[in-house]
């Protein structure tokens, strides 16, 4: 069943200035303590003096809660505002704005610091000072999923660790259609990382054509990226870059994998030094005929061959014994 998202676009706003509404503001806490010094003062009828002294509190309380409906909002910042429960807008431009001070800021990662202090046996948790900001960042973050362990395509386990390049790309999405945009995309980069490595072993045999973690990365990467940003489309957030930071055999079986690996290279190693052996003995032996040094029969020839391959394919530097008497 498919739950459509009511939230999808930010829904514009028009704010007052800010400063023209701090001046009113300021002007409107002067204008009522000098109503109610004038109405104390210069009246003797008392029914008057009562109701200046009513209107210039309800000037002063009506200018304090003015105050707070100014919003600072600096470059590459977004404020997601609700009234009364319901979503209000969101003020993406930078600068200094009045909107209704009854209008509330929310930002589900942004959660009170609380201090516990330690009394004898007992702890109280006390909060911090100072509000934190509800504000949303629009800038581009980044986040460092640490080292996970997993089983690869072939079922050997690899640790693997990814950062994710990414950037709240629309503020109400990020606030309103998931509980925590930040814990939401830390698990979806988990799913997608543990995902990945299970669909692909972690390296291939010399000139194969499947796609490994290690020789692979790159396009590994780029299609972990398109996953994940589709798994966070409706988060609001745009992934700019994944990759691959750390990619290593799981501690239990890395040195068996070593092994394996130096095997591979010997054996390859091997067979370049065997080739070699096998072109340098025909070239030889095509010297020695063409430039009729020496003629061998083919028993001799067979026994040069097999003192050359000796000597080229030996671990070691072959002794050389010097025959005195005749070739025959």
Known sequence: MEVKNHYQEDKALKPMNGIFMLLLCILGLIGSTALFIFGIVAFEKVSFVVILIILSIVIFIASCIAFGGLKLINPNEALV???????????????????????????????????PVHTGNASLN?????????????????????????????????QI?????????????????????????????????????????????????????????????????????????????????????????????????LQRQQAAAIIDARQKIVEGAVSMVEMALHKLSENDIVELDEERKAAMVSNLLVVLCGNKDAQPIVNSGSIY
């Not at 930078?94 to 589900?108: H, K, L, Q, R």
């Not at 911090?128 to 089983?151: D, F, M, R």
């Open 126 to 158: 006390i909060t911090a000072g100072g509000q934190p900001s509800k504000k949303i960042s629009l800038k581009t973050l980044t986040l460092n999923n640490e080292k996970q362990k997993v089983n690869d395509e072939l079922g050997n386990p690899i």
């Open 161 to 257: 660790g990814t950062v994710v390049i990414w950037k709240v790309e629309n503020a109400t999405k990020a606030v309103l259609n998931v509980e925590n945009y930040k814990t939401y995309l830390s698990i979806q980069c988990d799913a997608i990382t543990r995902n990945a490595a299970r669909c692909y072993p972690y390296d291939t045999n010399e000139g194969g054509d499947e796609k490994s973690l290690r020789g692979s990365s790159q396009e590994v990467a780029n299609i972990m990226k398109g996953e994940l940003q589709e798994k966070v489309r409706d988060a609001g957030i745009n992934i700019l870059e994944v990759r691959i930071t750390h990619l290593s055999y799981a501690p239990e079986i890395a040195s068996a994998m």
């Open 81 to 115: 505002l609700t009234l009364f429960g319901n979503y209000y807008g969101t003020l993406k431009k930078d600068g200094y704005f009045w909107v209704n001070p009854f209008c509330t800021a929310i930002n589900p990662t942004v959660k009170s610091y609380v201090q």
